[in-house]
Protein backbone atom coordinates (compact mmCIF):
# COMPACT_ATOMS: atom_id res chain seq x y z
CA UNK A 1 0.00 0.00 0.00
CA UNK A 2 1.65 3.33 -1.11
CA UNK A 3 2.32 5.63 1.87
CA UNK A 4 1.06 9.19 1.83
CA UNK A 5 2.70 11.74 -0.78
CA UNK A 6 3.25 15.14 -0.64
CA UNK A 7 3.89 17.47 -3.52
CA UNK A 8 6.03 19.60 -4.23
CA UNK A 9 8.83 18.25 -2.06
CA UNK A 10 10.80 22.02 -2.26
CA UNK A 11 9.76 25.53 -2.31
CA UNK A 12 11.04 28.79 -2.41
CA UNK A 13 8.72 31.56 -2.53
CA UNK A 14 9.31 35.11 -1.65
CA UNK A 15 7.02 37.48 0.45
CA UNK A 16 4.05 38.22 -0.62
CA UNK A 17 3.19 35.12 -2.94
CA UNK A 18 1.20 32.36 -2.22
CA UNK A 19 1.47 28.89 -2.54
CA UNK A 20 -0.32 25.34 -2.52
CA UNK A 21 0.61 22.43 -0.87
CA UNK A 22 -0.53 18.95 -2.04
CA UNK A 23 -1.50 15.71 -0.36
CA UNK A 24 -2.06 12.77 -1.43
CA UNK A 25 -3.78 10.18 1.87
CA UNK A 26 -3.08 6.37 1.85
CA UNK A 27 -5.69 4.63 -0.08
CA UNK A 28 -9.07 4.26 2.73
CA UNK A 29 -8.27 7.07 4.43
CA UNK A 30 -10.63 9.55 4.71
CA UNK A 31 -9.09 11.83 7.70
CA UNK A 32 -6.68 14.18 6.67
CA UNK A 33 -3.94 16.54 8.72
CA UNK A 34 -1.94 19.42 7.95
CA UNK A 35 0.99 20.59 10.82
CA UNK A 36 3.75 23.26 10.21
CA UNK A 37 7.15 22.01 11.79
CA UNK A 38 9.68 25.18 12.52
CA UNK A 39 12.98 24.50 15.01
CA UNK A 40 11.22 27.79 17.28
CA UNK A 41 7.31 26.43 17.64
CA UNK A 42 7.82 22.54 16.67
CA UNK A 43 4.75 20.74 15.65
CA UNK A 44 1.79 22.83 15.24
CA UNK A 45 -1.54 21.48 14.47
CA UNK A 46 -3.08 23.47 10.99
CA UNK A 47 -6.36 21.95 10.30
CA UNK A 48 -8.31 18.36 9.42
CA UNK A 49 -9.99 17.08 6.79
CA UNK A 50 -13.06 14.60 6.57
CA UNK A 51 -15.08 13.74 4.24
CA UNK A 52 -14.22 17.22 2.02
CA UNK A 53 -15.63 19.33 5.43
CA UNK A 54 -12.80 20.96 7.89
CA UNK A 55 -13.79 19.28 11.02
CA UNK A 56 -10.56 20.53 13.20
CA UNK A 57 -8.86 24.18 13.22
CA UNK A 58 -5.66 25.19 14.88
CA UNK A 59 -4.83 28.54 15.95
CA UNK A 60 -3.47 29.92 12.18
CA UNK A 61 -4.43 33.04 11.04
CA UNK A 62 -6.84 32.73 8.04
CA UNK A 63 -4.15 33.22 5.47
CA UNK A 64 -3.64 29.75 6.15
CA UNK A 65 -6.64 27.24 4.43
CA UNK A 66 -7.29 24.15 2.87
CA UNK A 67 -9.53 21.88 1.14
CA UNK A 68 -10.08 17.84 0.64
CA UNK A 69 -11.25 16.57 -2.17
CA UNK A 70 -14.07 13.92 -2.71
CA UNK A 71 -10.84 11.39 -3.70
CA UNK A 72 -9.61 12.07 -0.27
CA UNK A 73 -6.98 14.52 -1.61
CA UNK A 74 -6.34 17.56 0.15
CA UNK A 75 -4.27 20.87 -0.47
CA UNK A 76 -3.21 23.60 1.67
CA UNK A 77 -2.77 27.45 0.25
CA UNK A 78 -1.13 29.86 2.00
CA UNK A 79 -1.49 33.84 0.81
CA UNK A 80 0.36 36.74 1.05
CA UNK A 81 3.22 34.33 2.29
CA UNK A 82 5.71 35.74 5.30
CA UNK A 83 9.14 35.04 6.26
CA UNK A 84 8.36 33.60 9.12
CA UNK A 85 5.92 31.15 7.56
CA UNK A 86 9.41 29.15 6.35
CA UNK A 87 8.93 25.90 7.83
CA UNK A 88 8.68 22.14 7.05
CA UNK A 89 4.51 21.31 6.23
CA UNK A 90 3.13 17.25 7.09
CA UNK A 91 0.78 15.98 5.86
CA UNK A 92 -0.85 13.12 7.93
CA UNK A 93 -3.39 10.69 7.11
CA UNK A 94 -5.89 8.42 9.16
CA UNK A 95 -8.37 5.59 9.25
CA UNK A 96 -12.32 6.76 9.64
CA UNK A 97 -11.70 5.69 13.45
CA UNK A 98 -9.00 8.31 13.52
CA UNK A 99 -6.27 7.09 16.04
CA UNK A 100 -2.87 6.47 14.17
CA UNK A 101 -1.60 9.53 11.85
CA UNK A 102 0.25 8.30 8.82
CA UNK A 103 2.72 10.83 7.81
CA UNK A 104 4.05 12.41 4.65
CA UNK A 105 7.73 13.03 3.70
CA UNK A 106 6.80 17.01 3.88
CA UNK A 107 7.17 19.50 2.08
CA UNK A 108 10.04 22.16 2.76
CA UNK A 109 8.64 25.96 2.24
CA UNK A 110 11.51 28.46 2.42
CA UNK A 111 10.20 32.33 2.57
CA UNK A 112 12.53 35.03 0.73
CA UNK B 1 -4.45 23.59 29.73
CA UNK B 2 -3.58 19.68 28.20
CA UNK B 3 0.06 19.63 27.20
CA UNK B 4 2.94 17.28 26.53
CA UNK B 5 6.00 17.49 27.95
CA UNK B 6 9.43 16.10 26.65
CA UNK B 7 12.21 17.47 29.26
CA UNK B 8 14.80 16.25 27.57
CA UNK B 9 16.16 18.53 24.39
CA UNK B 10 18.97 16.97 23.71
CA UNK B 11 20.32 13.64 24.90
CA UNK B 12 23.41 11.95 24.20
CA UNK B 13 24.57 8.41 24.33
CA UNK B 14 27.51 6.08 23.44
CA UNK B 15 26.48 3.37 20.48
CA UNK B 16 25.93 0.16 22.24
CA UNK B 17 24.39 2.02 25.21
CA UNK B 18 20.54 2.22 27.11
CA UNK B 19 18.00 5.08 26.11
CA UNK B 20 15.30 6.55 28.00
CA UNK B 21 13.04 9.27 26.68
CA UNK B 22 11.02 11.16 28.83
CA UNK B 23 7.29 12.09 27.97
CA UNK B 24 5.04 13.75 30.70
CA UNK B 25 1.29 14.65 29.73
CA UNK B 26 -1.46 16.45 31.72
CA UNK B 27 -4.73 15.14 30.62
CA UNK B 28 -7.50 14.06 32.90
CA UNK B 29 -8.89 11.09 31.09
CA UNK B 30 -6.82 7.53 30.22
CA UNK B 31 -5.19 8.93 26.95
CA UNK B 32 -4.17 7.30 23.64
CA UNK B 33 0.00 7.77 23.71
CA UNK B 34 2.47 7.50 20.86
CA UNK B 35 6.08 7.78 19.84
CA UNK B 36 6.85 8.63 16.28
CA UNK B 37 10.73 9.13 15.07
CA UNK B 38 11.67 12.05 12.78
CA UNK B 39 14.91 11.26 10.52
CA UNK B 40 16.24 14.70 9.00
CA UNK B 41 14.02 16.21 6.12
CA UNK B 42 11.62 13.19 6.49
CA UNK B 43 8.25 13.00 8.09
CA UNK B 44 7.32 11.17 11.08
CA UNK B 45 7.01 6.96 11.74
CA UNK B 46 5.15 5.52 14.49
CA UNK B 47 7.24 3.52 16.99
CA UNK B 48 4.92 2.86 18.73
CA UNK B 49 1.49 3.57 20.49
CA UNK B 50 -0.64 2.80 23.68
CA UNK B 51 -4.55 2.70 23.92
CA UNK B 52 -5.01 -0.01 26.75
CA UNK B 53 -4.07 -3.25 28.18
CA UNK B 54 -0.57 -4.35 28.75
CA UNK B 55 1.45 -0.75 29.97
CA UNK B 56 4.18 -2.39 28.37
CA UNK B 57 4.34 -1.74 24.75
CA UNK B 58 6.77 -3.19 22.05
CA UNK B 59 7.39 -1.23 18.85
CA UNK B 60 9.67 -1.44 15.68
CA UNK B 61 13.40 -0.77 15.28
CA UNK B 62 13.17 -2.73 19.27
CA UNK B 63 11.52 0.27 21.02
CA UNK B 64 9.57 -0.05 24.07
CA UNK B 65 7.92 2.41 26.00
CA UNK B 66 5.54 2.05 29.21
CA UNK B 67 2.38 3.79 30.50
CA UNK B 68 2.43 4.81 34.18
CA UNK B 69 -0.78 6.51 35.22
CA UNK B 70 0.35 7.65 38.71
CA UNK B 71 3.14 9.59 36.77
CA UNK B 72 1.32 10.48 33.88
CA UNK B 73 4.53 9.30 32.13
CA UNK B 74 5.18 7.36 28.97
CA UNK B 75 8.42 6.55 28.73
CA UNK B 76 10.28 5.15 25.45
CA UNK B 77 13.47 3.04 26.38
CA UNK B 78 15.59 0.72 23.95
CA UNK B 79 18.39 -1.51 25.50
CA UNK B 80 21.27 -0.97 22.81
CA UNK B 81 21.45 2.08 20.89
CA UNK B 82 22.39 1.58 17.44
CA UNK B 83 23.96 4.91 15.02
CA UNK B 84 21.04 4.60 13.06
CA UNK B 85 18.70 5.59 15.72
CA UNK B 86 19.91 9.28 16.10
CA UNK B 87 16.85 11.55 14.81
CA UNK B 88 14.37 13.17 16.40
CA UNK B 89 11.59 11.74 18.48
CA UNK B 90 7.75 12.96 19.49
CA UNK B 91 5.88 11.51 22.20
CA UNK B 92 1.77 12.58 21.08
CA UNK B 93 -1.61 12.12 22.97
CA UNK B 94 -4.85 12.14 22.27
CA UNK B 95 -7.59 12.80 24.71
CA UNK B 96 -10.65 13.98 25.55
CA UNK B 97 -12.61 12.55 21.99
CA UNK B 98 -10.09 14.29 19.89
CA UNK B 99 -8.46 12.76 16.71
CA UNK B 100 -5.61 15.29 17.05
CA UNK B 101 -2.92 14.46 18.44
CA UNK B 102 -1.11 16.85 20.79
CA UNK B 103 3.16 16.39 20.06
CA UNK B 104 5.62 17.24 22.21
CA UNK B 105 8.66 19.70 21.37
CA UNK B 106 10.42 16.46 20.80
CA UNK B 107 13.74 14.74 22.21
CA UNK B 108 17.14 14.86 19.37
CA UNK B 109 18.95 11.87 20.33
CA UNK B 110 22.77 12.04 19.18
CA UNK B 111 24.38 9.08 19.45
CA UNK B 112 28.09 8.47 19.25
CA UNK B 113 30.36 6.03 17.93
Known amino acids: KAGVTQTPRYLIKTRGQQVTLSCSPISGHRSVSWYQQTPGQGLQFLFEYFSETQRNKGNFPGRFSGRQFSNSRSEMNVSTLELGDSALYLC???????????FGPGTRLTVL | AQSVTQPDIHITVSEGASLELRCNYS??????LFWYVQSPGQGLQLLLK??????LVQGIKGFEAEFKRSQSSFNLRKPSVHWSDAAEYFC???????????FGRGTSLIVHP
Open chain 2, 50 to 55: YFSGDT
Open chain 2, 27 to 32: YGATPY
Open chain 2, 92 to 102: AVISGGSYIPT
Open chain 1, 92 to 102: ASSRPTGDEQF
